[in-house]
């Protein structure tokens, strides 16, 4: 069983920054990539970044510059630096990892932005 879990979201002002966390647990032999997905209110859900196991990432244009994906020297940890966060990334924030050709996605975070 494989379970993914983020962190890290929460109500921010527009300019400000949060910083989210994606942890995969379980039996799994490898990890081939991790994702953000977002879906805001009333919006289908869209691709935000990518990482790789071999470190390539990256980013959706809306967000290309503001956004940072990356991850800890352990493969199955990673985090989403927002950055100059816009009314418009009000959202649930999901991880999916693809672990051994499945993918896994975790319950999401909620980040809101607003005055």
């Known amino acids: 069983q494989v379970h993914v879990v983020e962190s890290g979201g929460g109500l921010v002002q527009p300019g400000g920054s949060l910083r989210l966390s994606c942890v995969v647990s379980?039996?799994?032999?490898?990890?081939?990539?991790m994702n953000w997905f977002r879906q805001g209110p009333g919006k289908e859900r869209e691709w935000v970044a990518t990482?790789?196991?071999?470190?390539?990432?990256a980013v959706a244009d809306s967000v290309k510059g503001r956004f940072t994906i990356s991850r800890g020297n352990a493969e199955n940890m990673v985090w989403l630096q927002m950055s100059i966060l816009k009314a418009e990334d009000t959202a649930v924030y999901y991880c999916?990892?693809?672990?051994?050709?499945?993918?896994?996605w975790g319950q999401g975070t909620q980040v809101t932005v607003s005055s």
């Open positions: 379980g039996s799994m032999s490898s990890i081939k990539r």
């Open positions: 999916r990892s693809t672990v051994d050709g499945y993918f896994y």
């Open positions: 990482i790789t196991s071999d470190g390539v990432t």
